[in-house]
């Protein structure tokens, strides 16, 4: 946490000099939220990226793997490069040549799975050597996306255990101690989320644990704004939340946010009043498809059930300087079917919600 309260201090002067500068120009409307998360440079806009570099692992050779693989997206956008698009492939294979350092991260159970998606990954990338030769565009992504997704589950094999303690204060409530998939049925489609408890267990937790109990089936989407985001989780008959039938006692789960380079979430608090103007979370709504806790202005530790999906736009919600990022809590990201989201509306339908993978990561609500 030391590092936590030395970045706040500092970000503590930041403010000032930006509320004096304020007072001198007299500008109005200049709010300091818009501050929040100023870019260090490209930000990833990509809900796939976005996870596997969450991963809690600390493994220099796959993260070189992996940001090779993902750079060939952005040489290909800069007017196709191909000359840089082959040297980020053959970077690829060199790391791939020395699968020993790869392999000293994965637990010893686990090195005969992570041989074999070595093995995967070490032919796919010489195809993927071949392929850009034709420089087929359409195919080179393709086959990045497949590798990469490669590059994710071998990434996930190396996280040994759940790398923090989560606070005594909230250990009555839903957790989720690794990732879970969730199939979205709407009437207008379906889409496949991952909840990360990574980065968010108590948010992703609570989330998981009203999928198990069926609560979103038939709920409907009650606000859709185009190029903003589509939301639901209100229970029918009931202004918000959701009331455990058990207690009888409205759930209400507090904000949570990772700091990128910190070990566990922040708990109860924006980043604003932290004054962390210049700091990034680790889950951030820079993705088509990132999935946040609504709550209300009022309270921020009152999220329930409501969530949402952001509909990034680049001059809406710009990556890095929206007003989102370290306000409120991002535990996911739609990684299929995301075009679905824009054709809901508000009055459409979730038909079901169903975790498909994962579930061994849950740990239910304690009960009184």
């Not at 606070?167 to 839903?174: G, I, M, T, V």
């Amino acid at each position: 946490m030391f590092k936590l309260l030395k970045s706040c201090l500092h970000n503590s002067v930041i403010s000032l000099l930006l509320v004096i500068l304020f007072l001198a120009t007299g500008t109005l409307g200049w709010t300091l939220p818009s501050y929040a998360g100023l870019p260090a440079g490209n930000a990833i806009t990509d809900g796939k990226a976005l996870l596997r570099y969450a991963l809690p692992i600390d493994n220099k050779p796959v993260r070189d793997l992996q940001g090779d693989l993902e750079d060939i997206s952005n040489q290909m956008r800069a007017n196709r490069r191909w000359s840089a698009v082959s040297k980020d492939v053959s970077k690829a294979l060199r790391v791939l040549d020395k699968p020993a350092k790869i392999l000293e991260s994965v637990p010893e159970p686990r090195q005969a799975q992570a041989e074999t998606l070595i093995a995967k990954l070490k032919e796919g990338v010489s195809g993927l050597q071949d392929t850009v030769s034709t420089r087929d565009k359409v195919k080179i992504s393709q086959e990045r996306s497949q590798l990469l997704d490669i590059v994710g589950e071998l990434e996930g094999l190396m996280v040994d255990k759940f790398p923090f303690e989560i606070p005594e204060e909230y250990s009555n409530l839903a957790q989720l101690k690794g990732r879970a998939t969730i199939e979205l049925e709407t009437n207008k489609g379906n889409m496949t989320m991952i909840v990360d408890g990574y980065s968010a267990p108590i948010t992703a937790g609570n989330f998981v644990d009203l999928v198990g109990r069926g609560f979103y089936d038939g709920l409907e989407f009650t606000r859709a704004e185009e190029s903003y985001v589509v939301q639901t989780g209100d229970p029918p008959g009931k202004e918000f939340g959701f009331i455990d039938p058990q207690t009888g006692e409205y759930r209400s789960i507090p904000l949570e946010i990772l700091v990128e380079g910190e070990e566990e979430p922040l708990y109860g608090f924006t980043f604003e009043e932290l004054g962390l103007y210049t700091e990034q979370p680790r889950l951030p709504f820079s993705a088509y498809g990132a999935v946040g806790m609504a709550r209300s202005e009022a309270d921020i530790n009152n999220a329930s059930s409501q969530f949402f999906f952001l509909l990034f736009d680049s001059e809406l919600t710009p990556a890095g300087r929206n007003i989102l990022d370290g306000r409120y809590s991002v535990f996911g990201y739609v990684v299929e079917g995301k075009d679905v989201l824009g054709k809901i509306k508000a009055g459409d339908k979730i038909v079901s919600a169903k975790v498909v993978q994962g579930i061994e990561n849950f740990v239910p609500p304690k009960t009184a």
